[in-house]
């Protein structure tokens, strides 16, 4: 589709209107040279006429008044001079195929494309004139007359759309004036210094980054456009770019839609995805002097998008998360895939250890399995505060909003930031027990809503959406084995004697097959939520030992706890007894009796060699000393005792005299 202009038809003027002064001036073809002559011309030829006005004269504006002859009133000769002198030359435009001609209007202001839609009907006009048996020329005339433009301009127009079909004429006459596009000079480091300062995320106004370029333009001599062409550069650079430059990489992200999930792919109990939340609210928590903040870590369906389960705790902690998901099997079964943060309370080795795409913390291959991985639970990480792969991000802003300000956490409430802290902020903290409670009741609420407006409820509440596919799907259930692996374990912990007890946190636990323990260290699994409920004793090899129940404490002067407690000491001692006979145990006299006899040892006789003697072998007096004989006495009396002992324990029976009693 051509743009170019023919050669044969005029081009626009720089200016169409001249005074007579000007038009003798110029002195043209077949026009008197002076002022005069030009006024009397004009009467001559009827061009003051009234019913001419605003086509071929014109009053003209501004200071001093007067007449202006429009140039098309001239003869050829003088329409020709002032075409040579006031022609606008134009840049032929490129040549572009209908479809490119079509793309290029759509990219137009619509201010464009009404003065397109203007000029095509001008020469729908004209054609209808022309086919109607009027001559072109006075067809041209009479539509400029009757839409007050010039003759020039409607044959620009034909001109422009000379080559196109009827159908692709409107592309054709879509005005091209770009405006002005004569670039200030400016230095390349002025603009370099002055974009990598605007260029912040600490976000400077552009005048302060003005006045800092200046003086450093004064002193380096660079060149400097003013004030407002800079600003305009700046804020002619890509959005993008200035995005992620002043503003982060968050904001650049929100700039590309959210992508939308559809959940109807999964069933209830499918797909779970987890996250932790901090509440606004002052609890005064058991063994801590000053008020917290509790943290819950939840647990929600995607598929319904209910509250599945959820624990509170001082901190969010790999404890935590291992409870709550412990609430989730017990209540409902095993899900099939996982959504966490990649944080490290939730990417730790004993809850998702063996992950193949666990990417926090080295992975061994003699890591141990961490409990989804041995649940057969397929973890996938999200990015921290995505909405869009968190649906629980969402419930959290909810509780915020509706359960944090409870009425019973009136004067409790700290506000969602430092900035909006409530005027009784901090004059009071709720206890425990009662803050449980209202969060306990605010969650089913939030569940049993009705009217949610999601694909999956449709005006339902979220436990309805939830059981109505919980239901009609098939639920992995873990046993009780499995359901022990999300108990928190102690590890190394001292079975005591005397009567094989278990202390732990201030209570104590105890059953029979403790005895087995004592002295020894044991693994021991428990709810820190449920401390009085039985805890499960394994070896510190892994074998399950058992469960033991807490021991309570009781008043000191209670009787039936006494009576109680005695009773269960008789039916345990009594019990022992039987067990003890059912080991058919034999006697200390059927022992003596079962043991073997040693034959009596045999007399030796003595030896026959001579031993020769030599030396003098008269006898002579030897002298004896006192002591000597009573120390001899003393140890042949010793062997005497020595004697009779051993023929005691020989034979029991035996009755032996001393003979000194018979003497």
């Avoid at 550069?233 to 968050?250: H, I, N, S």
């Avoid at 870590?297 to 389960?309: E, N, P, R, T, V």
């Avoid at 209670?558 to 009594?574: L, M, N, P, S």
Wanted: proline share 5%.
């Amino acid at each position: 589709m051509p743009f170019d202009a023919s050669p044969e038809v005029k081009a626009p003027l720089r200016q169409e209107w001249f005074s007579a002064k000007e038009l003798a001036a110029m002195t043209l073809a077949g026009l008197p040279a002076s002022e005069r002559g030009v006024q009397l011309h004009a009467d001559a030829k009827g061009w003051m006429s009234s019913d001419r006005e605003g086509f071929c004269w014109r009053r003209r504006a501004g200071r001093g008044g007067g007449v202006e002859y429009h140039y098309s009133v001239l003869s050829a000769g003088a329409q020709a001079q002032i075409t040579r002198a006031m022609v606008v030359q134009e840049q032929p435009a490129p040549r572009l195929s209908a479809g490119e001609a079509w793309a290029w209007f759509d990219r137009q202001t619509e201010a464009k494309k009404s003065k397109a839609r203007t000029k095509l009907e001008a020469l729908d006009q004209i054609d209808a004139l022309v086919l109607g048996g009027v001559d072109r020329t006075e067809a041209v005339r009479h539509i400029a007359r009757e839409r007050q433009v010039s003759v020039s301009s409607i044959y620009v127009w034909t001109n422009a759309c000379a080559h196109a079909a009827r159908a692709d004429r409107l592309p054709c006459l879509v005005p091209r004036n770009a405006g002005s596009v004569v670039s200030a000079e400016m230095s390349p480091e002025a603009w370099t210094s002055i974009k990598s300062d605007w260029l912040r995320q600490s976000k400077p106004s552009f005048q302060a980054c003005w006045r800092r370029l200046e003086a450093q333009a004064a002193a380096e001599g660079w060149t400097l456009p003013n004030e407002r062409t800079v600003r305009r550069r700046l804020e002619a650079l890509p959005v993008g770019v200035k995005t992620l430059m002043r503003e982060g990489a968050d904001a650049l992200r929100a700039r590309i839609p959210d992508q939308e999930r559809d959940r109807a792919v999964f069933h209830a109990l499918e797909a779970v995805n987890a996250d932790g939340h901090t509440w606004d609210v002052r609890v005064q928590w058991p063994g801590i002097e000053k008020p917290v903040r509790p943290v819950m870590c939840a647990f929600q369906d995607l598929y319904s998008g209910k509250i599945l389960a959820w624990r509170l705790d001082t901190t969010l902690s790999w404890h935590a998360v291992r409870v709550a998901f412990g609430d989730l099997i017990e209540m409902y079964g095993i899900p099939s895939l996982c959504w966490l943060d990649n944080g490290r309370e939730f990417a730790n080795k004993r809850m998702t250890g063996g992950q193949a795409n666990r990417y926090r913390f080295k992975i061994q291959a003699d890591d141990p399995e961490g409990l989804m991985t041995a649940l057969g639970v397929k973890v996938h990480w999200t990015q921290p505060h995505s909405g869009q792969s968190k649906p629980i991000e969402r419930a959290f802003r909810d509780f915020a909003g509706d359960i944090a300000k409870h009425p019973a956490f009136e004067g409790a409430y700290t506000g969602n930031s430092p900035v909006n802290k409530p005027s009784n902020y901090g004059s009071r903290a709720v206890p425990l027990e009662e803050f449980r409670r209202v969060v306990e009741e605010g969650v089913r609420e939030h569940n049993a809503r009705i009217g949610r407006r999601s694909v999956i409820c449709s005006g339902r509440s979220f436990d309805q959406a939830f059981e109505e596919s919980y239901a009609a799907s098939g639920i992995r259930r873990g046993t009780a084995e499995q359901r022990r692996l999300w108990l928190l374990s102690a590890d190394a912990v001292k079975v005591r004697a005397p009567d094989g007890a278990i202390h732990l946190y201030g209570n104590r636990y105890w059953s029979e097959f403790l005895h087995a323990s004592i002295g020894k260290k044991v693994n021991v699994r428990f709810d820190p939520d449920a401390l009085h409920e039985p805890v499960h004793v394994y070896a510190l090899d892994g074998r399950y030992l058992g469960s033991a129940p807490v021991e309570s404490a009781v008043g000191f002067a209670d009787v039936e706890a006494a009576a109680t407690q005695a009773r269960r000491r008789k039916a345990f001692i009594k019990a022992t007894r039987a067990a003890v006979e059912a080991e058919r145990l034999l006697t200390p006299a059927q022992l003596v009796d079962a043991q073997p006899r040693l034959p009596e040892a045999p007399a030796l006789e003595p030896s026959r060699l001579v031993r020769p003697v030599f030396g003098n072998t008269v006898m002579k007096p030897v002298l004896v000393d006192r002591e000597e004989e009573e120390t001899e006495a003393t140890l042949l009396m010793m062997r005497g005792f020595e004697a009779q002992s051993r023929a005691r324990r020989e034979n029991p029976g035996l009755h032996l005299v001393d003979d000194q009693d018979d003497a």
